[in-house]
């Protein structure tokens, strides 16, 4: 366990024995208890950014040694909102501007996950993300990704993370923890890999972040004692209550691709104790900040699922600080860092004033205090090292054995249009000179993955109930190999998506059938803006109606393909190296007849 250091412990001793002028005091508050889950009015005293007393009273004299007082108006004071589980680069923002974006909303910390980065440009990267996040009126704490790539083997990224760069790593002033571990399978079974990875995290006081979808009975007691202690891919019913009644925490998750609120909280509203129930982000895109908010959000939609209020912001602060073993965070009390809100209707929660460490630093939805502009090198370094495609490139060719009549394919299949799990399904195709042709199934799409990190690795393949793609739509944002993915129906239309990245330097971007229509340029990394969030989101929004122009008709269109990359998400996805049976951890042939990828 441990603790933001207090700087100067005496002298806040003496603030909280009223011994010497206090910095501020709130008063005429709400306030809600987050150890005994009792509301009652009371003024808070904060001195050097910690609270150092709370006076459960309305005091209206004895505010004499206090340097200043804010009157709350009957507002309740609640703990600055921490997100347990995140990935600044899904926001497609930079850090600075991500914090800029969410720090009206109510977010004080998050705890972030790289690994996008990562995959892209290994330790220089995290580094990069670390330093960024440093200096800002929020904390944005590193975890140290573990999964670098996701599962070795099945796909090739810009990195390879191990043991040696975990001890690298772990000396960074903000880094708290080893990042989901993703390879569950890895850890279940006891790869050195893990072992050693996990072990070097444990040797530097690191938590360990989980990721472990499905999983039950002895695999995932075997997960556990693998070392991981929470988990944020929990969807299906019965899921939630399984990690619970396992000791696991459960971050619970309403993201821009996966919302899985309502099932968790009806999977686990009777259970007698939540306290290791707590709330995450995971990947929520700048549109959806500026629309519905961040944490409070959460926060929000798990209220309107059912839970009290009360115990929704403990799952949003005080849960999450205790899950990653920080102990004088996450509640206003005695000892604890001044970060709160101010908010008069908690089912509605838009914060009216954020405070961190003490200091206002947004009120009515925006920000009161600037953020310094930093120039990092590597923000302006292309990242795209893709070998030159000719058009027969995106044709899905049949082995030479087999250049006319139909073929044998396994198919990636969608369970629904808005979700990220998909089946196999073996189906037989027409094949014209060596071919394969779908002109004739608007479900289906081609789809094709190309190494972008100098390798000549490609795989093209087929995927249904994508979405209708009357044309193309491509992206370099492709978790968590982040390599070009491309959904087309007409090669001539992917041709021109994977050219428009190219030259731009990454990002997504969308072709009808007859020309390019749009590019969402994402240069820093491929993975993010290098505009502020109003910018990024308006792009963003155009994106997605230029996406819905094709028959991208989705819930969100335009993270639609980042799905299809996911070789850690159940059961059949894509990669530079091929087509990925997830709960098998291995390659299996397009062509089921022939021994090929």
């Known amino acids: 366990m441990k603790k933001i250091p207090i700087p100067n412990r005496r002298e806040l001793l003496q603030a909280a024995l009223n011994e ?34 709370v006076e459960a009273d309305e005091l209206e004299e004895g505010l004499d040694n206090v340097n200043q007082v804010i009157d709350a108006y009957g507002a309740y004071i609640v703990p600055g909102l921490i997100d347990a589980h995140m990935h600044v680069e899904s926001s497609m923002l930079t850090p600075r501007h991500f914090a800029e974006a969410v720090i009206p909303h109510g977010t004080t910390t998050v705890i972030t996950d790289p690994h996008e980065v990562a995959n892209v440009a290994g330790e ?29 083997g099945l796909e090739e990224a810009g990195a390879v993370f191990d043991a040696s760069v975990v001890g690298r790593l772990a000396k960074l002033k903000n880094v708290i923890g080893l990042a989901e571990v993703m390879d569950y399978k890895g850890v279940e079974q006891g790869t050195d890999r893990m072992m050693d990875m996990i072990e070097a995290a444990e040797r530097n006081d690191l938590y360990i972040q989980g990721h472990v979808p499905g999983e039950s009975g002895r695999l995932l007691s075997a997960y556990l004692v693998g070392g991981p202690t929470t988990d944020h891919e929990t969807r299906a019913p ?87 073993g920080i102990t004088n965070l996450g509640a206003i009390a005695p000892g604890y860092v001044a970060d709160f809100l101010l908010v008069h209707d908690l089912e509605d929660f838009n914060p009216e004033k954020v405070f961190f460490e003490g200091r206002l630093v947004a009120e009515q939805g925006k920000m009161v205090t600037s953020i310094e502009h930093k120039e990092f090198e590597i923000e302006s370094r292309n990242t795209i090292n893709v070998l030159p495609l000719a058009l027969t490139d995106f044709y899905l060719k049949t082995p ?36 394969v042709d779908i002109s004739d199934d608007p479900d289906l799409a081609y789809v094709i993955i190309v190494n972008r990190y100098g390798k000549a690795n490609k795989t093209v393949g ?20 982040h390599n070009m993915m491309i959904v087309y129906r007409y090669p001539e239309a992917a041709q021109r998506v994977y050219k428009a990245l190219v030259k731009c330097g990454g990002g997504i971007s969308c072709s009808g059938k007859d020309e390019l229509l749009q590019t969402l340029k994402l240069p820093v990394f491929g993975l ?28 969100n269109p335009l993270l639609r393909i980042v799905t299809l990359g996911l070789t850690v998400i159940p059961e059949f996805k894509y990669s530079d190296l091929g ?3 997830v709960l098998e951890s291995q390659l299996i042939p397009i062509f089921p007849e022939y021994n090929n990828k």
Request: with cysteine.
């Open 462 to 481: 087929l995927i249904r109930h994508f979405g209708g793609v009357e044309g193309a739509v491509g992206s370099t944002v492709a978790h968590d190999h």
């Open 528 to 555: 993010m803006s290098a505009m502020d969030c109003f910018d990024t989101a308006e792009q963003a929004e155009k994106m997605k109606e230029t996406l819905r122009s094709i028959g991208v008709d989705t819930l």
């Open 20 to 53: 010497i002028p206090t910095d501020l005091a709130v008063t005429n508050t709400r306030y809600l208890n987050l150890f005994t889950g009792e509301e009652y009015p009371a003024t808070v005293f904060i001195h050097k950014g910690f609270i150092v007393h």
């Open 579 to 581: 087509l990925v049976d």
């Open 400 to 435: 030479a054995e087999k250049q006319t009549g139909t073929i044998k394919i396994n198919v990636p299949v969608y369970e629904d249009y808005n979700g990220s799990i998909t089946y196999l399904q073996e189906e037989e195709h027409v094949v014209k000179d060596g071919i």
């Open 238 to 324: 019965g899921e939630a209550k399984n990690k619970l009644r396992a000791g696991m925490y459960v971050d619970a998750r309403e993201s821009s691709m996966a919302k899985n609120i309502e099932t968790i909280w009806k999977d686990v509203k009777d259970l007698p104790w939540r306290e290791r129930l707590a709330l995450c982000t995971d990947d929520r895109e700048a549109s959806d900040i500026l629309k519905t908010g961040h944490m409070n959000d959460v926060v929000r939609q798990i209220i309107q699922n059912g839970m009290s209020p009360i115990e929704a912001i403990r799952a949003g602060s005080l849960h999450v600080a205790e899950e990653v």
């Open 124 to 152: 220089e990267a995290v580094r990069y993300m670390h330093d960024a996040g440093l200096d800002l009126p929020m904390r944005q704490w590193i975890n140290i990704p573990s999964s670098v790539p996701a599962v070795p």
